[in-house]
Structures are given as structure tokens and as C-alpha cells.
């Protein structure tokens, strides 16, 4: 990271940080306890399962939630609070502003996420079995909702530099929902047969990012391995779309008005 | 403040939030008495299609697996035993779960035991049950003791031991699968029906559950199988004896005075048997072994 | 104040306009700062006046960066303003500041000090100094959310000058400012002078302007009305005498002063035009009265301004102009 990005990424953790934010670990903290103990009187041998499932369907909401609220506002406020001005006056240009957003809110995801997997490591030491091989597949999906949290703030943040919170926050959504349901659309398209509208979704499918993709949470539960391969493929995917967003959020921000 | 009028304050406080909270128990409880009987007439599933389920899961569809699996354990456990239980939702509940997250092995495998369970005890469709383990295999190709549920299933629910050998036979095709899969399908094949292999099935099942309530539901089939097996020795028994003195037996202690046996045999409850009339044995009123009544063919008595 | 203008000046304005649209469904364009062309020279300490709405603000955020111009450039020492290397060479405080309020004075100075490339070291030292510098070295550890007004309006100067920028432009840096803050704030100014900085700050007060300014620029309704040192624009209006007399034995008043002559406590005064000063003294002398003082009217700078405002208010409902 650039001598410019990385302040800017700083202080955004430090906001995330002296906003309270990281309290949402207290609850998943809470959640895990109450999960851990709950879990071996209502589900019959799937405690692991019930405690894998919940953990990281948990900590991928919490993180999604994050990802779009925090990350709709991380240029809306500087610009309604005026903090950007007396920033953009400093040698620093604005993609690299930026940039140093994004990687803010992804530093704070990270530690949130990490701390929330350490929870989820105890919950599952307390249900028994110590841990196995098998169980880096849920390392790997947890990678993977972190590269999906990056697409998400990635679209947040792109959709921030030109319109209000509140509207940046339904257009993240509704991607974010068109994304889930990409393969869904597409198969719809093709069972039609008409070509027309089978262009039409198998457009949409590779226009929108496929979070089908990053969803590892039921192979985890299983222990089943993820191939290496996938993670690469993954892992490459959400730099190309990140970079995607994040070059087009430039190209508006940088033309854009601060009035 | 002054503390007093403070202390005060705090009082005031607590009783008017414990007289609000009554009043909006109280309020619930109105309620509830207008709307619970209702909702315990039509309990049912918001949605009835597993793929659409699916899609609204968002992706959340293994946690949603658990939650449903979870529905379906205590909605099985809160009617079985209960007196004319019916159980319409069980399947829908198990589809949904199943289709949620195909890899849900546990519930291909005591799902097909609830289903197929008669009477009060389970839903009574043991072809519903052969339908639900059948996509577990397909989904869990590797999962041999799916093969051997399936095995059980049609061997003891169905009779249909040539489906049974089948499929205790492809489940030993898997590499990791034990040495007894193959044996069993032989048995099965050769001497389908026979108490002996009855009893291997369910000693299987037995030991590869972890959940209590299989195991225990195993236990009492084999200790039924057991007590059949013994009213068949004592039926043979009180043959002999009829052709020595001309009459039936009227007690286990005759048979045991005409040198027959050693000791007076108790089933495995510790009561001793009884002779009816007609000759046959049966189990003493008190005790509380159920003898199956699945296998209707005719039981040859192992050799 | 003569001025030296060799080499490339501080700040060059060519023709910078900016059209805001307004209105949501049929655009129209608003003139928010007309073909203002402007030269302010190294060493300078230049006034930007106007009232409220002027396009001060407008001015100094395309100089800035923070908006496009319609039509026109700047440069600031020789770079043009898209040039980010142009950024190092100045400091910069919005119009009532606001800063990231999780921070404490001493983080935000830290934070900003990090875009210019110091050490560790020589960052707290100079965050301590200009914390000091504008009277924050107590409240160095205090979250901004708890700054007062004037309390930011110091955060924001320190973070304009912490990076010794050549070109300082300030965005009313005296507004919300108690009098001893604005005494400290014209001090930091005159220091920077001294110092040999460009400052090109902008207000409404006038006063200030007149204390600390080589030149002035006067903006109104969009448009550049005058530029000048103080004197030289307050200068070119001086055309009236004042006469403060006092008049003998209650006689009466000569008739040619008794309709303009003011009352007040024995005393009388006149205002008379450059021309009729000695018609007015001679008619005085006829009376016995006895002349107090005779001195020039030096309008202000509020007068001047007044006047253009007021004509520039008039031409202004002409500077909408229809577009798209």
C-alpha cells in the first residue's frame, strides 16, 4: 500500500474501531455460547454441524451487514461532514483516497471476522472432538466469505461515490441478491428456450458477481475438501471484480462535484 | 435529587415497569387463548416446495438444513408414542431438510427410520422412507451405511429380500465399507427372513447409531427376536412332549420335570414363558417384550 | 505596499468560471463565479472579499480541487491545480472546518502530517509544535467531538501551515471566533508574512482585510468588482470634508450649512464636499463659530463594499443564464 493509502485505511479501522462496531462480537460471542449449549438437547448427532453451520452463516450476515452499511457511508459521510475537504488538499489524489477507504473497511472486516472464527473454534471445542485435517475446509470458507465481504464493500463503496446512503444501500442489495440468484436466472433463461431471454439472463449472469461461488459453508459442515483450485479460482475472481469496481468508483469519483 | 426522593424515584420505577410487564403478560396471555388453539388446528409449513426454499435461503441453506432437521426430530418426538399420532408433516419436513443440504446424512438415515416406522411409533410409509434413502445415496455416493439402511429397510419393512441382498451388496462395493455388508447380502439372499439374519440386521443397526432413541428401538427388536426365538424351541419342545404324555404342556416347569430342558427359560424381561392351551408358548402377561410382527412369512428357526 | 512581481506569481487565476445547475427536472445553470482571472504574488498577503454568497467558497474549491471549473485554470507556483504535486506546496482551511470527531487534536494533526512524507519523529515534533503554535497544546488529547467552534477553527489553521506549505488559503478563518481568537488568528497570519508565505484568505470582515492585507480582491454576485491595496480602493472615493464646529452665542447657523449641519451636545457637524471647504470655513468665520477640526472623510472599506454589493446585486439577476 502506498504512503497515501494507508493512513487514509488507518483511520478508517480507527473510526470502525472508536465507533463500536466490533461490538457486534459480543453478540456473536453470546450467540456461540448459547448455540454450544443449546445444541446437544434439540439436535440429535449434528451438534459440530448445527455449531459449523451457524457459526459461519453468522459470521458471513455479520459481516454482510457491515460491508454494506459501513461501506455505503465510507465516502458519503466525508463528503456530508466535509472531513474530505481539508483532506483532498493534502498530496493524496482521490482514487488513492479511495483505495485507502476500501482497504479500511477490509482491514476492519478482517480482524472482525478473525476474532468472530476464534469464537466459533472455542464454540466448537466445547462440543467435543478435537480438531481434525477436515476441518480447514471451514478455514477455506471463511476465505471465502472474506473475498465475498470484499466484493460486497467493493459494490457499496462503488455505488457511494455517486448516489445518497439510503439508495447506494438498496442498489448494494439488490445486487447483492441478483448475485446470489445468478445461476437460478440463468437456468430459468435456459429452461424458456427463448433465445432472446436466455441472452438476456446469461448476460446478467456474467455481469453481476456470482456469490454462489463463495458460499463453502455446507462443504465445511461436512468436512468435505475444497480443491485448491477453487480457492485460486475464487481468490482471482474477486481481485478481477474488485479491481472492476474499484477502477469505475475512481473513474465517477474522480470527476465528481464535492459541493 | 435528594437521595430520598431519589430512592423513591427508583421505587416508583420498578413497581410501574413490573405493573406494565404484568399487564402486557396478562394482555399475551388474552391473546393467546384466541389464537393458539387455532394455530395448534392448522400447524403446517409456510412453504411447502424444498427448491423454493432453497432459493429464499440466500445461500444460508445449510444452516437452514439444520433448522429444518431439527423440526423434523421434534415433530416426530412430540407425537410419537401419543395414542392415533399422525405424522402428515414429517415427510415434507425431511424433504425440505434434504434438499436444503443433500449431504445431511443423518437425516436420510433416521428419517427413513421414522418413516417407516408402523403405527404409533412412525408414519407407517416405508415406501416414502426407500424414496428418502434412495437420494441420500445418490447425493452420497460414498455413504455405505445408506446402502445398509436401505437394505433394512426392504428386508424387514418390505420382505423384499432380493432388493435387500442388492443393496446390502452395492453398499460393499465401497472400499471403506466393513467386511459384513458382503456377508450380509449373501445371508440375505440365501436365508432371507430368517431370525438369525433378522437379528443381524438390527445388532447392526445397533451399533452404528448414535442416536438413543434408534438404539433403544433396536434393543427391543432384539430382545423381541430373542423371545421369538425362544417360543419357537419351546413350541418344538412341547411337541415332544405331547408325543411322550399325550398332552400339552400347561407350564415350562413340566417340560423341565420330563427332562426336556435344564431350567425354567425366561425371556429377556426375566419372566418365565407361558403355555396356552393350543400348546404354544407366549410370553408372560407382565412382561413388556413386543414380539415383531413385521416378518409375516413363516420363520424357519436357525440352524 | 509596492510589490515585487518577478518570477511566476503564487497564484494565477485565468478565467475561471463555475456554473452550478440547479433544479431537478428542467437543468438550468447558475453562475457561481464569472471569468475570474486574478494574479496574487509570492510574499502576498491577499484579501478575497464579498458577502455571503459571492463564489468565494467556489474560488477557493476549484483551486482545490474539490470542484471543476466550467471554463478557465489556475495555477499555484507554476502547477496547474490538477497537478497533485501542487499540493504540497499548500495548506488549506474549508469554511467551517469539520474534522473526523473520533480523533483527538494531537491524532488529527498525526494523521495529516502522514500525507507529507515525515519520520515518526520529526511528525511528533512538529504535531507538538503547531498544536502550541495555535493555542491547542492543552487540548491536545481531547476527541474533537468535545472542540468547541473556536476550538476547531485553530485545529483546522494548524493542519493548513503543519506541513510549511508556500501558498496558505484560508476560508474565513476568523468567522466564529471570539476576539481574542481572531487577535491570535491575524497573528498566525502576520507571522506567515513574515515568514515570507503567500496567504490568500477569504472573508467578509472587513477590518481584518484592512489590518492584514497588501492587496485586496473584491467579488460580488460572481464577478471580481475591484483589486487593490486597501488604500488605494478606500483612496479613490475620498472627495468629502468633515468640519466638527462649535457655534458662538447660540447665533444662528450659516444659512448654506444649517439644512446638512448634525447636532450633537453644543457641536455641529458638517459634511462638505472637497470643493466647498473653503466657501463652507469662510461662511463659518462670518458666524464667530469656532472650528473643532477639519478632517478628510476616508470612507471605509464597508462603504465600498456596500456600494458594490449594491450594484452588483442589481446586475446579478442577469448572471442566470439559460443552458441545456
Not at chain 1, 457499496?156 to 442489495?173: D, K, N, R
Not at chain 2, 404342556?249 to 418365565?272: F, M
Not at chain 3, 455641529?268 to 470643493?275: C, N
Request: hydrophobic share 45%; aromatic share 10%.
Amino acid at each position: 500500500m502506498s504512503a497515501t493509502t494507508a493512513p487514509v485505511a488507518i483511520n478508517t479501522f480507527r473510526e470502525a474501531v472508536r465507533d463500536r462496531v466490533l461490538y457486534n462480537l459480543i453478540f456473536f460471542a453470546l450467540m456461540m455460547i448459547g448455540a454450544a449449549i443449546i445444541v446437544g438437547q434439540i439436535s440429535i448427532g449434528i451438534e459440530r454441524l448445527v455449531i459449523i453451520n451457524l457459526g459461519l452463516s453468522a459470521i458471513s450476515i455479520f459481516g454482510l451487514v457491515m460491508a454494506v452499511f459501513i461501506g455505503v457511508g465510507l465516502v458519503s459521510k466525508e463528503i456530508e461532514k466535509r472531513t474530505l475537504y481539508s483532506l483532498l488538499a493534502k498530496p493524496i489524489r482521490r482514487w488513492e483516497f479511495l483505495v485507502g477507504k476500501y482497504a479500511g473497511l477490509l482491514l476492519t472486516l478482517v480482524v472482525n471476522t478473525s476474532f468472530m472464527t476464534i469464537a466459533l473454534a472455542a464454540a466448537l471445542f466445547y462440543v467435543g472432538r478435537p480438531f481434525v485435517r477436515s476441518d480447514s475446509s471451514i478455514l477455506v470458507a471463511i476465505y471465502f466469505i472474506l473475498l465475498e465481504l470484499a466484493l460486497v464493500t467493493a459494490l457499496a463503496l462503488f455505488f457511494s461515490c455517486f448516489s445518497s446512503p439510503t439508495l447506494s444501500t438498496l442498489f448494494t442489495l439488490g445486487i447483492y441478491i441478483t448475485g446470489v440468484f445468478a445461476s437460478d436466472m440463468r437456468d430459468v433463461g435456459e429452461l424458456t428456450g427463448n433465445p432472446s431471454l436466455n441472452a438476456v439472463t446469461r448476460v446478467i449472469y456474467y455481469l453481476v458477481p456470482n456469490f454462489h461461488n463463495f458460499n463453502a459453508i455446507a462443504a465445511a459442515g461436512h468436512g468435505e475438501s475444497i480443491p485448491l483450485s477453487l480457492v485460486g479460482q475464487n481468490t482471482l475472481y474477486a481481485v478481477l471484480y474488485v479491481t472492476l469496481l474499484l477502477l469505475a468508483a475512481s473513474a465517477v469519483f474522480s470527476k465528481r462535484n464535492l459541493k | 435529587m435528594r437521595p430520598a426522593s431519589q430512592t423513591r424515584a427508583v421505587g416508583i420505577a420498578i413497581v410501574g415497569v413490573s405493573l406494565l410487564f404484568a399487564a402486557i403478560r396478562f394482555l399475551q396471555m388474552q391473546i393467546d387463548a384466541k389464537t393458539r388453539t387455532v394455530e395448534q388446528q392448522k400447524e403446517e409449513l409456510l412453504l411447502r416446495s424444498p427448491s423454493a426454499v432453497k432459493r429464499m435461503s440466500l445461500g444460508y441453506n445449510a444452516l437452514l438444513a439444520d433448522i429444518y432437521w431439527t423440526r423434523a426430530v421434534q415433530y416426530y418426538g412430540n407425537r410419537v408414542g401419543t395414542p392415533d399420532a399422525t405424522f402428515e408433516l414429517l415427510w415434507p419436513l425431511l424433504d425440505i431438510a434434504t434438499t436444503l443440504d443433500p449431504k445431511l446424512v443423518i437425516a436420510y438415515r433416521f428419517g427413513a427410520i421414522f418413516l417407516s416406522e408402523p403405527g404409533p411409533a412412525g408414519a407407517g410409509r416405508s415406501d416414502l422412507a426407500i424414496e428418502l434413502v434412495k437420494r441420500g445415496i445418490a447425493e452420497n455416493p460414498d455413504q455405505w451405511n445408506l446402502n445398509s439402511d436401505l437394505g433394512f429397510l426392504y428386508y424387514w419393512r418390505l420382505q423384499d429380500f432380493q432388493s435387500s441382498a442388492a443393496a446390502y451388496l452395492e453398499g460393499s462395493k465401497n472400499p471403506k465399507a466393513p467386511s459384513w455388508l458382503k456377508m450380509m447380502a449373501a445371508r440375505v439372499a440365501e436365508k432371507g427372513g430368517s431370525l438369525e439374519t433378522s437379528a443381524m440386521i438390527w445388532s447392526e443397526l445397533r451399533n452404528s447409531t448414535q442416536d438413543p432413541i434408534v438404539r433403544e428401538r433396536a434393543t427391543q427388536m432384539l430382545r423381541g427376536l430373542k423371545a421369538q426365538e425362544d417360543e419357537m424351541h419351546l413350541d418344538d419342545l412341547a411337541d415332544q412332549y405331547k408325543k411322550r404324555s399325550a398332552h400339552y404342556p400347561a407350564s415350562t416347569g413340566e417340560l423341565r420335570d420330563a427332562g426336556l430342558i435344564n431350567g425354567i427359560p425366561v425371556d429377556p424381561d426375566g419372566y418365565p414363558y407361558v403355555f396356552g392351551p393350543d400348546g404354544k408358548s407366549r410370553l408372560n402377561p407382565q412382561s413388556t417384550i413386543v414380539i415383531p410382527k413385521e416378518l409375516r412369512t413363516p420363520l424357519s428357526p436357525s440352524n | 505596499m509596492i510589490m515585487t512581481a518577478m518570477g511566476t506569481p503564487a497564484i494565477e487565476i485565468l478565467g475561471l468560471t463555475k456554473d452550478y445547475s440547479v433544479g431537478f427536472w428542467r437543468k438550468r445553470a447558475r453562475r457561481s463565479l464569472d471569468n475570474l482571472t486574478l494574479q496574487v504574488q509570492e510574499r502576498e498577503v491577499f484579501g478575497f472579499l464579498g458577502p455571503n454568497g459571492a463564489g468565494k467558497t467556489t474560488t477557493l474549491k476549484l483551486l482545490m480541487g474539490l470542484i471543476f471549473p466550467t471554463a478557465g485554470t489556475a495555477r499555484i507556483r507554476g502547477k496547474s491545480i490538477d497537478d497533485v504535486r501542487m499540493h504540497r506546496e499548500i495548506g488549506y482551511l474549508p469554511e467551517q472546518p469539520y474534522f473526523y470527531d473520533y480523533l483527538t487534536a494531537r491524532e488529527l494533526l498525526d494523521y495529516y502530517a502522514r500525507f507529507s512524507g515525515y519520520s515518526a519523529v520529526e511528525r511528533g515534533e512538529r504535531v507538538e509544535r503547531f498544536l502550541e503554535r495555535v493555542g491547542l497544546a492543552a487540548a491536545g488529547n481531547v476527541q474533537l467531538r468535545k472542540f468547541s467552534k473556536g476550538m476547531l477553527q485553530r485545529a483546522g489553521i494548524a493542519q493548513a501551515i503543519l506541513h510549511d506549505p508556500q501558498v496558505i488559503f484560508l476560508d474565513e478563518p476568523m468567522s466564529g471566533l471570539d476576539p481574542v481568537g481572531r487577535r491570535e488568528v491575524r497573528d498566525i497570519i502576520l507571522d506567515l508574512k513574515k515568514q515570507g508565505r503567500t496567504v490568500f484568505f477569504s472573508t467578509h470582515i472587513l477590518s481584518d482585510a484592512e489590518m492584514l492585507c497588501d492587496r485586496v480582491g473584491v467579488l460580488a454576485g460572481g464577478k471580481l468588482q475591484g483589486v487593490g491595496t486597501p488604500s488605494e480602493i478606500v483612496s479613490v472615493e475620498v472627495h468629502a470634508m468633515e468640519i466638527l464646529f462649535e457655534p458662538r452665542d447660540n447665533r444662528a447657523l450659516p444659512t448654506a450649512l444649517a439644512g446638512r449641519a448634525t447636532h450633537m451636545g453644543g457641536r455641529y457637524r458638517v459634511e462638505v464636499p472637497e470643493t466647498e471647504l473653503y466657501g463652507a470655513l469662510d461662511s463659518l468665520r462670518s458666524t464667530d463659530a469656532r472650528i473643532l477640526s477639519v478632517s478628510p472623510v476616508r470612507p471605509t472599506l464597508e462603504d465600498y463594499f456596500l456600494r458594490l454589493v449594491g450594484g452588483a446585486q442589481e446586475k446579478s439577476r442577469g448572471v442566470e443564464v439559460m443552458s441545456r
